[in-house]
């Protein structure tokens, strides 16, 4: 009975491998502010984004630039490739898996040409961001390079 009231856990790897960055420092205000979620980003230096939790995949963009998973828990994640990616309208993005589709952690969802989006004078800062319907805690170390794979963040549901 008293189990009720304890908060759940839910534990997000990183997509790809890069440096970690706190979401504040993201130059773009719908991250910086959260209007979009809680959550942290990363400076990606690996092609490849897999899924950061296991679930289901509720969206690829047409463009590609991003997806989003909702687990077990209700949580939404979603992992934005870049800043502006969606003007590319597709260029340097390739789609490796399907909405719908049930997904572990590590699934290839998305493969992107990092030195294009770059040459075509987009960031590659790479905000993953997270909702709930219920109150969230979040932590995370967030001054380290991290690999793909590797615990990123760890989420607390009230």
Known sequence: ???????????????????????????????SQKMAGEGIAIFPCSNT???????V???????????????KLGLEVLV?????????????FKRVAKEGDTVNVGKPIIVADLEFIQS???????PIVVNHEKDLFLSCDKVRTIREGDNLLEVNIK
């Open 1 to 31: 009975m008293f189990g009720l009231f304890k908060a759940k856990k839910q534990i997000l790897v990183s997509p790809a491998d890069g440096d970690v960055i706190d979401l504040a420092d993201v130059p773009d205000e719908v991250f």
């Open 120 to 126: 075509k004078g987009k960031e590659i800062i790479t």
């Open 80 to 92: 934005h490739i870049g800043l502006d990616t969606v003007e590319l309208n597709g260029e340097g």
């Open 49 to 55: 984004f897999v899924t950061p939790v296991a679930g």
């Open 57 to 71: 995949i509720t969206k690829i963009f047409s463009t590609n630039h991003a997806f989003s998973i909702k687990t």
